[in-house]
């Protein structure tokens, strides 16, 4: 790669060799999310939302570290998919993410459930979903809105 080039021609030289690290310890992104809301918003949407997650083994360059950028919104991307239901996958193989979506999708039950003394308060309401047979996987919203 260039960089690799660009490192091998200038590394016996202290000075470039120190700005680059430098520069790429400067480098960062401050990005918040508030992962409740997110998270919430996400459970009242009545969608189901998988998250397949690539990511790439950043390049390994003598003497410099180069730090991974994404995940800053792993955890709020992992959180809408727990809402929803949905599957979380990492890999760096997307054929396996999309197989174990798709598996969790084949086989389901929907149930429906009016919830007792409902207020339209504007709150958010958790939803919990038991069941005697252990066997059985469940996947389900967190909750939603009470609008």
Do not use: W
């Not at 690290?21 to 960062?28: I, K, N, R, T, V």
């Not at 991974?68 to 890999?91: C, M, P, R, W």
């Not at 760096?92 to 009016?114: M, R």
């Amino acid at each position: 790669s260039t960089l690799n080039r660009m490192m091998s021609i200038y590394q016996d030289d202290p000075n470039i060799m120190g700005g680059l690290q430098d520069l790429f310890q400067a480098y960062h992104r401050d990005i918040e999310f508030e992962t409740d809301k997110i998270k919430e918003a996400f459970a009242d949407s009545s969608i189901l939302f998988n998250f397949i997650f690539m990511n790439k083994t950043p390049e390994i360059v003598s003497g410099i570290h180069m730090r991974e950028q994404s995940e800053d919104v792993f955890s709020a991307l992992s959180e809408a998919a727990k809402a929803t239901g949905g599957v979380i996958d990492n890999s760096q193989n997307p054929a396996v993410g999309f197989k174990n979506a798709l598996d969790t999708s084949q086989y389901y039950y929907i149930l429906y459930y009016s919830p007792k003394d409902y207020t339209r308060d504007g709150k958010f309401k958790h939803i919990t979903v038991k069941v005697k047979n252990k066997d059985y996987r469940i996947r389900h919203r967190v909750g939603y809105y009470a609008k």
